[in-house]
């Protein structure tokens, strides 16, 4: 079993950053792409931004040039640097990560979230 907790969101200020982490533990044989997802109240979750084991980032177009994606392989952690929030911004942050079993079975992990709010 693969448990991943994410922490850092909280409270911010319009225009203001935040740095989400999330780290994975438990059983781990082979950590693939990992990811953030976000859901605003009454919304359908959605993609904000992955990152695979070599290093290649996409983003979702609403928060480009403000999200930044990066992991720590030997830490089994990924990370969300937010800058220039928005209001729109304001959302429950979810970590996923797909692995490898030591059997070969692809698995789909996630975490409980954290919010993130963004208010003035």
């Known amino acids: 079993q693969v448990q991943l907790v994410e922490s850092g969101g909280g409270l911010v200020q319009p225009g203001g950053s935040l740095r989400l982490s999330c780290a994975a533990s438990?059983?781990?044989?082979?950590?693939?792409?990992m990811g953030w997802y976000r859901q605003a109240p009454g919304k359908q979750r959605e993609l904000v931004a992955t990152?695979?084991?070599?290093?290649?980032?996409k983003y979702a177009d609403s928060v480009k040039g403000r999200f930044t994606i990066s992991r720590d392989n030997a830490k089994n952690t990924v990370y969300l640097q937010i800058d220039s929030l928005k209001p729109e911004d304001t959302a429950v942050y979810y970590c996923?990560?797909?692995?490898?079993?030591?059997?070969?079975?692809?698995?789909?992990?996630w975490g409980k979230g954290t919010l993130v709010t963004v208010s003035s």
């Open positions: 438990g059983r781990i044989f082979r950590l693939n792409a």
């Open positions: 990152i695979t084991s070599g290093g290649s980032t």
């Open positions: 996923n990560a797909v692995g490898t079993s030591s059997m070969g079975y692809v698995m789909d992990y």
